[in-house]
C-alpha cells in the first residue's frame, strides 16, 4: 500500500514568513511523529500525536512551532517567523501501535530553506 | 530522558569484509531498538530491529546483538556490498513511544571496491 507521503518536498522562504509543512500517514496507523534533521546531522524528535491528540509538546523547539492532527490522518507542522536556523530536513514518521513499541516508517521530508 | 551515542562516525571497509557499528543508550527503560539505513537526499529506511527480550536477531547479511546489562547494542553486517554504502543511524524508544526515537549521529559506511 502507499507509504507516509509528505508536501512539499522542498519549500524555500524568506526569514520572517511562515511555513506549513504537511504529513499524510500511512492509513490506519495512529500514532505519527515529526523530526527534524540538520544537514549531516541525526534527527532530532519534535513532537508525537496518538490519534489527534500530542501529550507532550516539549521537544517542539520554541514556541514559533506548532502541530495539528486531524483525526488519525493528516498532520500539519506550522513554523511561524521562520528563522535561518529553522532550515533543515523535516521528517514525518507513522505507526500502529499493538501495545508494544512500532516499528515507524519515514516519510520523503520535507526539506526547508529560509533564506 | 534518553542519550544515544553512536560509534564510528565514519567506517570505510573493503568489499566482502564485515563492518560494525556500535551504540549505547542510556534510559534502563528503553526496549525498542531499530536500526536505520539512509542514502543521500533519502528517507531512512529500517533495515533490522531488536527488542528488549531478545538478544540477538539476524537477517540475512545483517545482524543486531543487544547487551541489556551494559546497554549497548551493535550492527553487524557481513559480505558488505557496495550498495551497503549509506549512513546508518541507530535508535533507541521506550514504553509506548510517546517520547519519539531517539538516534545516534550516524556512522558513514564507506565500502571500497
Known amino acids: 500500500g502507499a507509504g507516509v507521503s509528505q508536501s512539499p518536498s522542498n519549500k524555500v522562504t524568506e526569514k520572517g514568513k511562515d511555513v506549513e509543512l504537511r504529513c499524510d500517514p500511512i492509513?490506519?496507523?495512529?500514532?505519527l511523529y515529526w523530526y527534524r534533521q540538520r544537514l549531516g546531522q541525526g534527527l532530532e524528535f519534535l513532537i508525537y500525536?496518538?490519534?489527534?491528540?500530542?501529550?507532550?509538546k516539549s521537544g517542539l523547539p520554541s514556541d514559533r512551532f506548532s502541530a495539528e492532527r486531524t483525526g488519525e490522518s493528516v498532520s500539519t507542522l506550522t513554523i511561524q517567523r521562520t528563522q535561518q536556523e529553522d532550515s533543515a530536513v523535516y521528517l514525518c514518521?507513522?505507526?500502529?501501535?499493538?501495545?508494544?513499541?512500532?516499528?515507524?516508517?519515514f516519510g520523503p521530508g520535507t526539506r526547508l530553506t529560509v533564506l | 530522558g534518553e542519550n544515544v551515542e553512536q560509534h564510528p562516525s565514519t567506517l570505510s571497509v573493503q568489499e566482502g569484509d564485515s563492518a560494525v557499528i556500535k551504540c549505547t543508550y542510556s534510559d534502563s527503560a528503553s526496549n525498542y531498538f531499530p536500526w536505520y539505513k539512509q542514502e543521500l537526499g533519502k528517507r531512512p529506511q529500517l533495515i533490522i530491529d531488536?527488542?528488549?527480550?531478545?538478544g540477538e536477531k539476524k537477517d540475512q547479511r545483517i545482524a543486531v546483538t543487544l547487551n541489556k546489562t551494559a546497554k549497548h547494542f551493535s550492527l553487524h553486517i557481513t559480505e558488505t556490498q557496495p550498495e551497503d554504502s549509506a549512513v546508518y543511524f541507530c535508535?533507541?524508544?521506550?514504553?509506548?513511544?510517546?517520547?519519539?526515537?531517539?538516534f545516534g549521529k550516524g556512522t558513514h559506511l564507506i565500502i571500497q571496491p
Open positions: 514518521a507513522s505507526s500502529f501501535p499493538s501495545g508494544t513499541t512500532d516499528t515507524q516508517y
Open positions: 535508535a533507541a524508544i521506550s514504553g509506548g513511544g510517546a517520547d519519539g526515537l531517539t
Open positions: 500525536f496518538q490519534g489527534n491528540s500530542a501529550p507532550d
Open positions: 531488536i527488542r528488549s527480550n531478545v
Open positions: 492509513s490506519g496507523h495512529t500514532a
